[in-house]
């Protein structure tokens, strides 16, 4: 069966550098693949989607890559700020019917 | 436009009970998904419902049970509680998946159920 990984150790970034996180998947590649941002205690909030024919994708210092060899996404948030403290999530769908299955999140800690 | 609402927010129950927890979607939108997150996991799909029919199931038992009305609100009911189901529980609505939009979930806040 299909399987996610992201960094399971949290990440630990000064304030201002680029912090990058990965996620990795099995098997098949998906068709698009989601990224979420989660509070402690609260729901996950939608941040991007990255197509497979897409190799990269940006939102303000947000950027997503793809890389379909590798099996793997990055996620980037440049000039990152405390603010930024947080659990992601990425989502693979392997379709526009797939249900949205989780890795397991990588907790980004940003010090000032 | 009204976000995604849960209640209730916090619940304690015992083991063997059972438990309800509702969710009222985002207007507009026709898919509801319940997602189970213990501590320190990722969210774990639970089920989809889709104009009221169950679109799917994740890795649970008949025990989890789920229910979406006309008006695309849902239930989500476990039965004969165990204690690894304390957790928080997401309820997330979204659009059917067309060619222009994302497909993103809008999570509420969750249930924070505690089984002792």
């Known amino acids: 069966s299909q399987k996610i990984e992201q960094n399971s150790e949290a990440l630990n970034i000064q304030e201002g550098k680029t912090a990058t996180l990965t996620c990795n998947y099995t098997?098949?590649?998906?068709?698009?693949l989601q990224w979420y941002r989660q509070d402690p205690g609260r729901g996950p909030v939608f941040l991007l989607l990255i197509r497979e024919n897409e190799k990269e994708k940006r939102k303000e210092r947000l950027k997503v890559t793809f890389d379909t060899t590798l099996k793997q996404s990055l996620f980037h948030i440049t000039a990152s700020q405390p603010a930024d403290s947080a659990t992601y999530l990425c989502a693979p769908l392997y379709s526009s019917a797939s249900k949205i299955i989780f890795g397991s999140g990588t907790r980004l800690s940003i010090r000032p | 436009e009204t976000g995604v609402t849960q209640s209730p927010t916090h619940l304690i129950k015992t083991r063997g009970q059972q438990v309800t927890l509702r969710c009222s979607s985002q207007?507009?939108?026709?898919?509801v998904s319940w997602y189970q997150q213990a501590l320190g996991q990722g969210p774990q799909f639970i089920f989809q419902y889709y104009r009221e029919e169950e679109n799917g199931r994740g890795n649970f038992p008949p025990r989890f049970s789920g229910l979406q009305f006309p008006n695309y609100s849902s239930e989500l009911n476990v039965n004969a509680l165990e204690l690894d189901d304390s957790a928080l529980y997401l309820c997330?609505?979204?659009?059917?998946?067309?060619?222009?939009?994302?497909?993103?979930?809008?999570f509420g806040e969750g249930s924070r159920l505690t089984v002792l």
């Open positions: 997330a609505s979204s659009l059917a998946w067309g060619r222009a939009n994302t497909g993103e979930l809008f």
């Open positions: 098997n098949y590649s998906p068709a698009y």
């Open positions: 207007s507009g939108h026709n898919t």
